[in-house]
């Protein structure tokens, strides 16, 4: 089973920055994508950034200029520099992986989640 496990997360002040990483028990060419979404209670999960296996990479308008999905196959991890954080950052953040099951379907899989708060 496919395992996604996220770290980086924590407390900062406004204008600071984090790095949030996420280690994949399997090779990063197993996926089509992977994704960074983010929860706040009460909420549904929305999308925060996305790379695909081609390296194409898309973003919330919230986060545009702020955040960078990355991507390091050696280790098998996926990164999201967080900068100039504000407030409305504060949430859980999850790790999502994408697999293709056959033509037609798709397999998803979804990491613990690490908090985010952004507070002074």
């Known amino acids: 089973q496919v395992q996604l496990v996220e770290s980086g997360g924590g407390l900062v002040q406004p204008g600071g920055s984090l790095r949030l990483s996420c280690a994949a028990s399997g090779s990063l060419s197993m996926f089509i994508s992977m994704a960074w979404y983010r929860q706040t209670p009460g909420n549904q999960r929305e999308l925060v950034a996305s790379i695909t296996n081609g390296g194409s990479t898309n973003y919330a308008d919230s986060v545009k200029g702020r955040f960078t999905i990355s991507r390091d196959g050696a280790k098998n991890t996926v990164y999201l520099q967080m900068n100039s954080l504000q407030p409305e950052d504060t949430a859980v953040y999850y790790c999502?992986?994408?697999?293709?099951?056959?033509?037609?379907?798709?397999?998803?899989?979804w990491g613990q989640g690490t908090q985010v708060t952004v507070s002074s």
């Open positions: 999502k992986a994408v697999k293709l099951r056959s033509m037609s379907q798709i397999e998803s899989y």
